[in-house]
């Protein structure tokens, strides 16, 4: 993997899907004068950076069709989703160097995985994780008006849609996992917790004042 960065007054968000980091990180970014970097609105030109190296699992990717995608089981899914965000990863630290702001930055996204975070020397004190339950997970999911997109050329739409929930609570297992060898701050968001004492929480541990 990259050498160590270095990278000053960012503090980085990372997780799994529908755990609330957009939501949480417009907020904190609102209240405390942020910049804020969504790595999700750049993830196609990300992808497609990648394809130009001829990456693998992006280039596989990006030729999939929605059957082809969605209909293979989860744990491939999973494994080449954080085989991706590798591939990527690099270029995502090259657009925040390239941020121009004097103010602190802070950016969230399923791309910033523990073990890669801690590979680059990221301290512990400036990332923090955040996973859904499975139940909070596939709730959010259900009202999203994109999914049926994302489903639509699907032969069998149920059976994708439960392999995309499946694919994203193996993802948030993961991610749990690492955050337990790395020693990273990990917040379970089972939906119980109201969203003002999530921000307080990971606010507390950046130590923004």
């Known amino acids: 993997m990259a050498k160590?960065?270095?990278?000053?007054?960012?503090?980085?968000?990372?997780?799994?899907?529908?755990?609330?980091?957009?939501?949480?990180?417009?907020?904190?970014?609102?209240?405390?004068?942020?910049?804020?970097?969504?790595?999700?609105?750049?993830?196609?030109?990300?992808?497609?950076?990648?394809?130009?190296?001829?990456?693998?699992?992006?280039?596989?990717n990006m030729q999939m069709s929605q059957e082809e995608i969605w209909m293979r089981d989860p744990l491939i899914q999973t494994k080449e989703e954080f085989g991706i965000y590798e591939e990527i990863f690099l270029n995502i630290l090259d657009d925040l160097k390239k941020i121009k702001s004097d103010k602190a930055i802070i950016t969230e996204g399923c791309a910033y995985v523990p073990n890669l975070i801690k590979q680059i020397g990221i301290p512990n004190s400036k990332y923090i994780a955040i996973v859904p339950t499975k139940e909070f997970q596939v709730s959010h999911y259900e009202k999203r008006n994109y999914v049926p997109l994302m489903l639509k050329e699907c032969s069998d739409k149920e059976t994708a849609f439960?392999?995309?929930?499946?694919?994203?609570?193996?993802?948030?297992?993961?991610?749990?996992?690492?955050?337990?060898?790395?020693?990273?701050?990990?917040?379970?968001?089972?939906?119980?917790?109201?969203?003002?004492?999530?921000?307080?929480?990971?606010?507390?541990h950046f130590e923004i004042k």
């Open 162 to 204: 439960q392999n995309w929930m499946e694919r994203d609570a193996l993802f948030a297992k993961e991610v749990a996992k690492q955050c337990k060898d790395n020693n990273c701050k990990l917040i379970v968001n089972d939906g119980t917790v109201d969203v003002n004492d999530l921000v307080a929480e990971i606010v507390n």
């Open 4 to 60: 160590k960065e270095t990278i000053k007054n960012i503090y980085f968000v990372g997780g799994s899907p529908c755990a609330g980091k957009s939501t949480i990180c417009e907020i904190i970014s609102q209240k405390y004068d942020l910049y804020y970097f969504k790595v999700d609105a750049y993830l196609d030109d990300y992808m497609k950076i990648a394809v130009e190296r001829k990456e693998p699992l992006c280039t596989k």
